[in-house]
């Protein structure tokens, strides 16, 4: 095609084109901020939910480790609360206190009467916690409050675990609520720089598909209406940017209307062919017969003596299939058409309008004709090349030079050096995304694009940078928490030694009491035939009071009585120094268990005062008897005083048996604390082997907890990069 003919086609495209760039940009502005905000209120929206997730897994996790804890340290106040010890319960409430630090606020317990015995810290109180303390002595029912930081559990005792008592705990989930917001406001930080890259991508993509037509649209109109020749744009485009330009067209072209007479006569290069209102050609340019003489063979076929040197006078319809039809339509044409006819191999565009003149009447027909084969092979070639990029695909390369219409190898150029641009920078950053997806956040994006391309690069490299960073802080705090279990799991190894290690020594204090108590019940056994023995020999006294007659035989018997008695003493002081023995020995054992032991030091103390006495006793029977043996030794000579003898020896008897009585009830007395003594270490060693069972179930969860942390530096583990590999090696 001429570059007469190439103007002519493409001035009007040009008609009532905007004359400045605001209004495109100011759309396309609009477009790209509601993008933006929508990214922006998408990328908020699920931060939010994140961080809510987040703390209603910490909170959860927080209340049921909290519980647990209560429910231990319940299970360990059983002693101290049953016996009143205020001070023990005191420093084991301090101890939790200081172990928990800013995650406990306070803590109370209290006896079988909801008595407070000890607090440490803050103490919860109120209504509801009072209500909930008597519950729990009442009945043995645990209460939580309804986020799970207030905690009432019961205190048991002994073997079936009777209620003695509550432990009240009051929990703060601030240090907790601390670390999930500080989660959550790095998630954000991250939601924050992917949505900002995400609206990137959308403005750029944006700008690609409406942006930058209308701007080269108005471009095209602009230098229209300026006199330069130009095509507009995106008419093929089936969206409004297409109709826009299609408008566009039709208004320049009939602007034109009046002058393509005038060029068609004025430049021999324009095809143009002039009919006039019968339709008689009249005209033909030099251009359009070497087109036409290229094609002759073709319409030869249809219309046989073809000759385009010799076309005036011939009808304009001849190369019509459709000549009536088309005679018609022009004699009824009052506007400009354009169609395309197939002449062999060759695609000719036609231009049809219609010359009027003064009064509107019409004076011929002019006919614009434009060889548009190779043009529309350039722009199907450039259809499939722009198929292809809305597809991803960029490796197509247009073949420059091919059409007639120099600005379509313009187009077909910039579409080229558009699709060399944008494969670049896809394969660009096509390296560090696909390396991040195999969790390698070492690779960055070349900086050096321009425009739009180097933001995008920028912003995508921040966003690996962070994620890197992000990675990096959550090893780290594996690193920490890894820590933190070896230290748990080692006190509960500890607590766990210590607590086997007092189950046994409690085990040997029962056996020593179980054979002190064999003792007691042995002597309060003899301490009874003793008291028998007494009452019977009063009963002797007094008959042979009653036969004082018979006082020799009386005298001889109360002589083997008397000896009997000394045997009877002599058992008595036996067992008082053994019981005396005894004493001793549960005292030491009462001193050997310290706290524990002081109800027992207590009942040794009064079984030792017990033995003391009988020892006492057995020597004032000794003392009688040797007076009772001289006596009788003097019973011949003093037969006639045997009867008041034996009255007083009726006073001394019933004196010792009174005694005797005394010590087989003090002895009974002795077996039954020293029973009380072996039920209550027998519920210490019961009390101490739950313990030592807790301890074992805090050490197999301390050992779960460190599998769960070695999940975690095994699932982000997955992403390598410099900084992460320097934080493996400092947990190393």
């Known amino acids: 095609m001429s570059p007469a003919a190439s103007s002519s086609a493409a001035r009007p495209a040009a008609a009532g084109a905007p004359a400045s760039g605001r209004p495109p940009a100011r759309l396309g502005l609009r477009i790209a901020l509601a993008a933006a905000l929508a990214a922006g209120l998408l990328t908020a929206i699920l931060s939010g939910f994140s961080a809510w997730q987040q703390a209603r897994l910490g909170h959860s996790v927080f209340a049921s480790g909290v519980a647990q804890i209560t429910q231990l340290t319940a299970s360990g106040l059983g002693g101290a609360v049953r016996f009143g010890k205020g001070d023990i319960i005191e420093a084991d409430l301090v101890r939790l206190a200081e172990a928990n630090g800013r995650n406990l606020v306070g803590a109370a317990a209290y006896g079988g009467d909801a008595g407070l015995l000890a607090s440490a810290g803050q103490p919860p109180a109120g209504g509801e916690v009072d209500a909930a303390v008597r519950q729990a002595i009442a009945s043995g029912l645990s209460w939580s409050s309804a986020d799970g930081l207030l905690q009432v559990r019961p205190v048991g005792f002994g073997a079936d675990q009777e209620t003695v008592g509550a432990l ?61 020749s130009e095509r507009v ?24 209307e009046a002058t393509r007479l005038k060029q068609a006569v004025d430049s021999a290069q324009v095809l143009l062919m002039v009919a006039d209102d019968e339709d008689r050609i009249t005209y033909v340019s030099p251009g359009l017969k070497t087109v036409l003489n290229r094609v002759a063979g073709a319409v030869r076929e249809r219309v046989p003596g073809f000759d385009a040197e010799n076309l005036e006078g011939m009808d304009f319809n001849v190369f019509h299939a459709s000549r009536a039809h088309q005679a018609g339509m022009l004699k009824s044409l009052t506007r400009t058409i354009a169609t395309d006819i197939r002449l062999g191999e060759r695609r000719l565009g036609l231009t049809v309008s219609p010359i009027h003149g003064a009064g509107g009447k019409r004076l011929g027909t002019v006919v614009e004709w434009l060889d548009r084969t190779e043009d529309l092979a350039l722009l199907a070639d450039i259809d499939a090349a722009a198929a292809a990029a809305a597809q991803g695909e960029f490796g197509r390369r247009l073949k420059l030079g091919a059409g ?53 690069a920028v912003s995508l490299n921040r966003t690996i940078d962070r994620l890197a960073t ?38 040997e204090t029962t056996a020593t009491v179980e054979e002190i108590s064999a003792t007691i019940a042995t002597n309060a056994d003899g301490a009874r035939d003793a008291a028998a023995m007494a009452r019977e020999a009063r009963a002797r006294a007094q008959r042979g009071q009653a036969v004082v007659g018979d006082a020799v035989s009386s005298m001889s018997e109360i002589e083997a009585s008397s000896g009997r008695i000394g045997d009877i003493t002599a058992v008595i002081d036996g067992i008082a120094f053994q019981t005396n023995l005894l004493a001793l020995n549960a005292a030491v054992e009462a001193a050997r268990a310290g706290e524990a032991g002081k109800g027992f030091a207590v009942v040794a103390s009064e079984v030792r005062t017990l033995a003391q006495r009988s020892s006492e006793a057995a020597r004032d029977i000794k003392e009688l008897i040797a007076a009772s043996g001289a006596k009788v030794a003097d019973g011949v000579r003093l037969v006639n005083a045997t009867g008041e003898a034996l009255g007083g020896l009726l006073e001394s008897i019933s004196g010792i048996a009174g005694s005797v009585e005394d010590i087989a009830q003090a002895s009974q007395e002795q077996a039954t604390g020293m029973q009380e003594i072996t039920s209550a270490v027998t519920h210490m060693d019961d009390a101490t082997q739950r313990n030592a069972a807790l301890a074992e179930e805090s050490a197999r969860a301390a050992a779960a907890l460190r599998a769960e942390s070695d999940s975690l530096a095994e699932l982000i583990g997955f992403f390598r990069n410099a900084d992460a590999r320097a934080a493996a090696h400092r947990a190393a």
Do not use: Y
Not at 205 to 224: F, I
Not at 238 to 246: K, M
Not at 405 to 428: G, H, K, P, S, Y
């Open 470 to 507: 992000l990675v990096g802080d959550i090893k780290q705090a594996e690193v920490a928490i890894r820590r933190s279990i070896e230290q748990v799991s080692g006190g509960a190894r500890d607590l766990s030694g210590r607590t086997e290690a007092q189950a046994s020594a409690i085990e």
């Open 168 to 228: 009240a705990v009051g929990w703060s989930a601030a240090a907790i609520s601390e670390q999930v917001a500080a989660a959550a406001w790095r998630n954000a930080l991250l939601g924050l720089a992917i949505g900002g890259a995400v609206a990137l991508v959308a403005l750029w993509a944006l700008h690609r598909s409406v942006g930058k037509p209308l701007t080269a649209m108005e471009r095209a109109v602009t230098r229209l209406l300026n006199g330069e």
């Open 404 to 456: 007639a219409d120099e600005n379509l190898d313009r187009v077909a150029a910039q579409v080229n050096r558009i699709c060399e641009t944008m494969d670049a920078f896809l394969t660009d950053v096509d390296r560090p995304v696909a390396a991040m997806a195999e969790g390698d956040l070492s690779h960055r994006v070349g900086e050096d694009h321009a425009g739009r391309f180097g933001h995008v």
């Open 233 to 256: 744009p995106g008419q093929r485009r089936r969206d409004e940017i297409g109709a826009l330009a299609r408008a566009m067209t039709a208004i320049h072209a009939k602007g034109l």
